[in-house]
């Protein structure tokens, strides 16, 4: 295998399965002390808070607390939007109680269906109007990791050039014709990816924490936790909006953001099924089989994505106290998918897999299938038939119409349209 070619990154990666230390997992349905967990009640009122827990601990920081009652403001509508497809809105979230801290939420509705409908919801990764070419989707003015790239200036804010840029990640129209909304924010209306961003004037942590007199400390939360809490904000939204069926939403992330879906879903319990797309290292991948990116190549990349003890598991992965199994057993009995592509092995499809397969355990107490089998599908060959589903597209790093097609189809079995039959 040419992995010199894979992600760009140098020889020193280890991408042989053979190399792939032997490892313990440790038990979802153990408590810290030994204890066995046999029930739901035992699941759900000692080891998923013990879980939970120790995520916060040692790897994404300590979540803060909801802020006091948010303010809306529905900035637009467009009942005819895409030819009269969808209904487009855009919905102001006012995280403060001055104007300047909000998140855009872009939300279109399929005219097909009566309301209430469920919904994707996802964050993007460079601005609402990147996700479709809809001229009426207003223009992000943030930073964005894609200074010069085509639609987007040197300093990194974009031009109209940038309209629709990443629209095959979404499919918007496939969502719609299948009778489903989204909704979508940008990543960094919430806290900029970058390795600076607790320095800048508009960071995050020091608004945040200022505002609500809490004070930044070792265990603070890193970016993906900032990120995790913003959706659980937008669903704040959702659930007060008539056109939405706040119990039908479905979390979708990709890569870094599928990470943030995963921190989301374990944590607030009102996502009723969570889609990990590529996540990888720190969000589906299991941390011990060090295959591909490791906590040691994350933690010093983008150290500000999790919180300051995760670093500590540099090279330790087997003193990590949980692993990435036990953040999708979270989830349970919820729907997941977990999704991997054959040419991103710097995920670890194999581990992403294996990770969704030992979740199975948690899905287990409520008399729900999992994943059958220890060993992961051939590429191409999707598993959908219990209440995790996984497959391993052809390709790359991505998320493509292939993919979206399997999560609507899981969403189908699992969150059909009300007025489907
Ligand atoms: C890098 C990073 C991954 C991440 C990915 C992405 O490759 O190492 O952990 O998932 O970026 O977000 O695209």
Same mark, same amino acid.
């Given at each position: 295998?040419?992995?010199?070619?894979?992600?760009?990154?140098?020889?020193?990666?280890?991408?042989?399965?053979?190399?792939?230390?032997?490892?313990?997992?440790?038990?979802?349905?153990?408590?810290?002390?030994?204890?066995?967990?046999?029930?739901?009640?035992?699941?759900?009122?000692?080891?998923?808070?013990?879980?939970?827990?120790?995520?916060?601990?040692?790897?994404?920081?300590?979540?803060?607390?909801?802020?006091?009652?948010?303010?809306?403001?529905?900035?637009?509508?467009?009942?005819?939007?895409?030819?009269?497809?969808?209904?487009?809105?855009?919905?102001?979230?006012?995280?403060?109680?001055?104007?300047?801290?909000?998140?855009?939420?872009?939300?279109?509705?399929?005219?097909?269906?009566?309301?209430?409908?469920?919904?994707?919801?996802?964050?993007?990764?460079?601005?609402?109007?990147?996700?479709?070419?809809?001229?009426?989707?207003?223009?992000?003015?943030?930073?964005?990791?894609? %200074?010069?790239?085509?639609? =987007?200036?040197?300093?990194?804010?974009? /031009?109209? *050039?940038?309209? &629709? +840029?990443?629209?095959? $990640?979404?499919?918007?129209?496939?969502?719609?014709?299948?009778?489903?909304?989204?909704?979508?924010?940008?990543?960094?209306?919430?806290?900029?990816?970058?390795?600076?961003?607790?320095?800048?004037?508009?960071?995050?942590?020091?608004?945040?924490?200022?505002?609500?007199?809490?004070?930044?400390?070792?265990?603070?939360?890193?970016?993906?936790?900032?990120?995790?809490?913003?959706?659980?904000?937008?669903?704040?939204?959702?659930?007060?909006?008539?056109?939405?069926?706040?119990?039908?939403?479905?979390?979708?992330?990709?890569?870094?953001?599928?990470?943030?879906?995963?921190?989301?879903? %374990?944590?607030?319990?009102? =996502?009723?099924?969570?889609?990990?797309? /590529?996540? *990888?290292?720190? &969000? +589906?991948?299991?941390? $011990?089989?060090?295959?591909?990116?490791?906590?040691?190549?994350?933690?010093?990349?983008?150290?500000?994505?999790?919180?300051?003890?995760?670093?500590?598991?540099?090279?330790?992965?087997?003193?990590?106290?949980?692993?990435?199994?036990?953040?999708?057993?979270?989830?349970?009995?919820?729907?997941?998918?977990?999704?991997?592509?054959?040419?991103?092995?710097?995920?670890?499809?194999?581990?992403?897999?294996?990770?969704?397969?030992?979740?199975?355990?948690?899905?287990?107490?409520?008399?729900?299938?999992?994943?059958?089998?220890?060993?992961?599908?051939?590429?191409?060959?999707?598993?959908?038939?219990?209440?995790?589903?996984?497959?391993?597209?052809?390709?790359?790093?991505?998320?493509?119409?292939?993919?979206?097609?399997?999560?609507?189809?899981?969403?189908?079995?699992?969150?059909?349209?009300?007025?489907?039959?």
């Amino acid at each position: 295998l040419a992995f010199e070619s894979v992600h760009g990154y140098a020889q020193k990666f280890n991408y042989y399965e053979k190399l792939v230390p032997e490892y313990t997992l440790p038990d979802a349905l153990k408590m810290q002390d030994g204890t066995p967990i046999k029930s739901i009640r035992s699941w759900e009122r000692k080891r998923r808070p013990e879980l939970l827990s120790l995520f916060q601990e040692h790897v994404y920081g300590q979540t803060r607390h909801v802020p006091k009652k948010l303010r809306y403001r529905v900035a637009s509508t467009d009942r005819n939007a895409l030819g009269g497809l969808a209904t487009r809105k855009e919905v102001v979230i006012f995280l403060a109680d001055d104007t300047t801290r909000r998140i855009n939420l872009l939300v279109y509705l399929p005219n097909s269906q009566n309301s209430p409908v469920a919904m994707f919801m996802g964050l993007n990764f460079a601005g609402n109007q990147t996700i479709h070419a809809d001229p009426g989707i207003s223009m992000s003015k943030s930073w964005t990791r894609f %200074a010069n790239k085509p639609g =987007f200036n040197q300093d990194g804010t974009a /031009n109209e *050039g940038s309209r &629709g +840029a990443y629209a095959s $990640r979404w499919q918007l129209e496939a969502i719609l014709e299948k009778g489903y909304g989204l909704a979508t924010a940008y990543h960094g209306d919430l806290q900029l990816d970058r390795r600076d961003a607790a320095t800048l004037p508009q960071n995050f942590y020091t608004w945040y924490n200022q505002d609500r007199s809490l004070q930044p400390g070792e265990n603070d939360w890193g970016i993906i936790g900032v990120w995790a809490w913003g959706l659980s904000r937008m669903m704040d939204y959702l659930e007060q909006d008539p056109d939405v069926d706040a119990n039908r939403v479905a979390l979708v992330g990709h890569s870094r953001l599928g990470k943030a879906v995963l921190w989301a879903g %374990a944590q607030d319990e009102r =996502f009723a099924m969570v889609v990990s797309n /590529n996540s *990888g290292e720190g &969000g +589906a991948a299991l941390a $011990r089989r060090k295959f591909g990116e490791t906590v040691e190549e994350i933690t010093q990349a983008a150290p500000h994505w999790f919180g300051a003890n995760f670093k500590k598991f540099a090279r330790k992965e087997e003193e990590l106290p949980v692993d990435f199994h036990q953040l999708l057993a979270l989830i349970s009995p919820r729907p997941l998918y977990v999704a991997s592509s054959s040419e991103d092995l710097w995920a670890d499809p194999k581990g992403e897999y294996l990770s969704a397969y030992h979740a199975g355990a948690a899905y287990k107490l409520y008399k729900l299938n999992a994943l059958c089998s220890s060993a992961p599908p051939a590429v191409g060959e999707p598993v959908q038939e219990g209440v995790i589903g996984y497959h391993n597209r052809k390709g790359a790093h991505d998320i493509t119409r292939y993919d979206w097609d399997l999560y609507l189809s899981f969403a189908d079995k699992h969150l059909k349209p009300a007025s489907f039959s």
